[in-house]
């Protein structure tokens, strides 16, 4: 019998929304970051957790996974709805890339990393903390959630680094081309953090510091928005900000820093 055999899909169906390449960010981000979890494992497993209604996204992060990290990679996308998984049946290349039924247990599975992205966004917030205890602790030693949210077409996107410890970092990202404002990430915050963005909350003062940041930086629009960008996230660190990473991340319209903004109770 199957580990999804044998364990109760916990959580609800998601709405399944999913474009190809929505979540090219946070991708590029786990081959950058995570890199050397998955190459110091025995068994370098992935879970894609609430892929929607076509399988799409988890076959790209397979692929940038196979070809930024290690080619022997494995990853497993899980749904619960049933349909959903039976309809990314032809999508499968085993045993680089499965899919299965599953939910917040990760139907028995141990992986390294999960990525669970526009999932607890329907969730109450106050479900979300007993959602990354259950995945964490289906971890394998040492593993790591990425939980996050994004718009439509991945171009405003946030996502936090978790571990069995709680949150361990933030990363807010844009597609800056087409970026008016920072402030307009806080409508793609984790759902952990999308109703703390009022005044007193360490987030809302996040936001507001980086845009501005942005506003004091518009002379550098002049020689497009990845300056401007750097010149943001430079002020915003020399103010005091603790921003990780340098130049190469940030350039890609990512600020990461350790978790500042945990919502109180969690």
């Not at 999913?18 to 068994?43: E, F, G, K, Q, S």
């Not at 526009?118 to 969730?123: H, I, M």
């Not at 996502?159 to 920072?182: E, F, M, V």
Request: hydrophobic share 45%.
């Amino acid at each position: 019998m199957s580990g999804a055999a044998r364990h109760r899909p916990l959580g609800v169906v998601t709405r399944g929304t999913t474009n190809p390449n929505r979540l090219r960010r946070v991708d590029n981000w786990i081959v950058a970051t995570c890199a050397d979890r998955l190459l110091a494992a025995a068994d370098p497993l992935v879970v894609d957790l609430g892929y929607g209604a076509t399988p799409v996204t988890a076959v790209e992060l397979r692929a940038r996974l196979a070809a930024g990290v290690r080619p022997d990679v494995r990853l497993v996308g899980l749904e619960i709805d049933p349909a959903r998984v039976a309809a990314a049946a032809p999508a499968a290349d085993p045993p680089g890339l499965t899919f299965a039924r599953g939910g917040f247990e990760l139907a028995g599975l141990r992986p390294v990393l999960v990525r669970a992205f526009n999932v607890l966004r329907q969730y109450d917030e106050r479900e979300v903390p007993d959602a990354w205890r259950t995945m964490t602790a289906a971890l394998a030693p040492g593993g790591v959630l990425v939980e996050g949210t994004c718009d439509e077409l991945g171009r405003l996107a946030s996502w936090l680094l978790i571990d069995a410890d709680g949150p361990r970092t933030l990363t807010l990202a844009a597609k800056l081309t087409t970026l008016g404002s920072p402030a307009e990430l806080a409508e793609r915050l984790p759902k952990a953090l999308i109703h703390r963005n009022v005044p007193g909350e360490p987030i809302h003062e996040l936001i507001r510091a980086l845009d501005d940041a942005w506003q004091a930086s518009a002379p550098y629009a002049t020689f497009g928005p990845r300056q401007r960008w750097l010149s943001a996230v430079t002020r915003l660190r020399e103010t005091g900000w603790p921003i990780l990473g340098g130049p190469n991340r940030w350039r890609q319209g990512e600020l990461t820093l350790p978790w500042p903004a945990a919502p109180r109770g969690v």
